[in-house]
T-cell receptor
Framework: NAGVMQNPRHLVRRRGQEARLRCSPMKGHSHVYWYRQLPEEGLKFMVYLQKENIIDESGMPKERFSAEFPKEGPSILRIQQVVRGDSAAYFCASSPTRGETGELFFGEGSRLTVL | DQQVKQNSPSLSVQEGRISILNCDYT??????FLWYKKYPAEGPTFLIS?????DKNEDGRFTVFLNKSAKHLSLHIVPSQPGDSAVYFCAAKGGSNYKLTFGKGTLLTVNP
């Protein structure tokens, strides 16, 4: 499958635990974006990364959330000490360039449920 | 502050008829407008886009119209097919900014 791969597809965590979501971009894409979709809402930008660099994390909550895109391996979105309000679908997208036209390739999403 | 608004949460049309999905925006700096289609339990997929310097873009059964003075765009699907049933998101980006601002989506149901 040459598309954007996300795992896990579903993740259940209890309040206070950590959640790690992984994303492998499409082959040849070095630009990765994370978006979050809360229930009944549109997707909201969280962070934009290139290999080993965070370009823009202006959409990330100030605490508990972090993202990385190492030289080797997938991009990871990490949520520490999860709370019920973190329950959402988290979508990763990639693009071959900086996304000037807005056309992004999305993965199927990781659905986080916090009990 | 919702910069991209889709005021119709849902739309139902008969197969073969035209589907018209609407979107309004407030930010004059947006330079690209896009429509994404999303099936349940899947990620959004790019459908069609339009640059702010154009007023129409057509791709097969899908046409997007942009009215800059009214800050309004619409997606026309003709003829509609049952496989078009999905949530359609309107999105916009501004200038050199790569961030997409999404509307809340419209659930389109095409009845056979």
């Amino acid at each position: 499958n040459a598309g954007v791969m996300q795992n896990p597809r579903h993740l259940v965590r209890r309040r206070g635990q950590e959640a790690r979501l992984r994303c492998s971009p499409m082959k040849g894409h070095s630009h990765v974006y994370w978006y979050r979709q809360l229930p009944e809402e549109g997707l909201k930008f969280m962070v934009y990364l290139q290999k080993e660099n965070i370009i823009d994390e202006s959409g990330m909550p100030k605490e508990r959330f972090s993202a990385e895109f190492p030289k080797e391996g997938p991009s990871i979105l990490r949520i520490q000490q999860v709370v019920r309000g973190d329950s959402a679908a988290y979508f990763c997208a990639s693009s071959p360039t900086r996304g000037e036209t807005g056309e992004l390739f999305f993965g199927e999403g990781s659905r986080l449920t916090v009990l | 502050d919702q910069q991209v608004k889709q005021n119709s949460p849902s739309l139902s049309v008969q197969e073969g008829r035209i589907s018209i999905l609407n979107c309004d925006y407030t930010n004059s700096m947006f330079d690209y407008f896009l429509w994404y289609k999303k099936y349940p339990a899947e990620g959004p997929t790019f459908l069609i886009s339009i640059s702010s310097i154009k007023d129409k873009n057509e791709d097969g059964r899908f046409t997007v119209f942009l009215n800059k003075s009214a800050k309004h765009l619409s997606l026309h699907i003709v003829p509609s097919q049952p496989g078009d049933s999905a949530v359609y998101f309107c999105a916009a980006k501004g200038g050199s900014n790569y961030k997409l601002t999404f509307g809340k989506g419209t659930l389109l149901t095409v009845n056979p």
